[in-house]
């Protein structure tokens, strides 16, 4: 009796139906996907790892960012108590003390309990991480905005003066003049296509 064939074919393959043949492929497959699940487990250390570098720089580098705003707050506190009073000195004095903590203890934690500690505290209070994120971001963009400043000023300073420009007795207004130019709605009339 002649064997039936599957629909379309029109002849056998020798050793095709056999089950060596599917048992030969099904160990080659599982050996690859072993290959492969060995090969994602070891991208996947080499991501943590680098990654875990990269959060011990920022860690560093925002450890390093707090304790120079630290120092500022503390050599800012006899300025403010000359000009405000003592009390809001003290208030400067405790906030560069909070911040110099705040710094060391960053600094003193690996990133993994740091990572711990955000987790817990968005678990236990979302509306108080959401608050200090936000409060980091406005003092972030604050100081990123005072340096940016700082550099105006310097790179006005250092800049060359020209030879035909002559200084006001008042002052050189030629930024504000500039502004508002600038800021004036134009008067001058569209030219005429034809």
């Known amino acids: 009796m002649a064997e039936k064939l599957p629909e379309g074919t029109d002849h ?3 050793g095709a139906g056999s089950n060596g043949t599917r048992d ?11 290959k492969a699940s060995a090969k994602a487990a070891e991208l996947k250390e080499q991501a943590a790892d680098k990654a875990r570098d990269y959060a011990e720089e920022g860690k560093a580098r925002a450890s390093a960012g707090l304790d120079s705003v630290a120092k500022m707050l503390g050599d800012s506190a006899t300025q403010i108590d000359e000009k405000l009073g003592s009390a809001y000195g003290n208030y ?6 909070a911040v110099s903590g705040f710094s060391g203890n ?3 934690k690996q990133v993994d309990e740091l990572i711990d500690d955000a987790r ?10 959401i608050g200090a994120a936000a409060a980091a971001g406005f003092v972030l963009a604050r ?3 005072a340096g940016s400043e700082v550099l105006d000023e310097t790179a006005k300073a250092a800049g060359p003066k020209t030879a035909g420009s002559k200084a006001t007795p008042e002052g050189d207004h030629s930024e504000e003049v500039s502004e508002s130019v600038r800021k004036a709605p134009s008067k001058r009339k569209p030219r005429d296509a034809s």
């Open 24 to 34: 030969k492929l099904k160990t080659e497959a599982a050996e690859l996907r072993e």
């Open 143 to 145: 100081i990123i905005k």
């Open 12 to 14: 056998t393959i020798p």
């Open 106 to 108: 960053l600094r003193d």
């Open 120 to 129: 817990q505290l968005v678990r236990r209070s979302p509306a108080l991480a």
């Open 92 to 97: 400067a004095r405790r906030a560069a003390d």
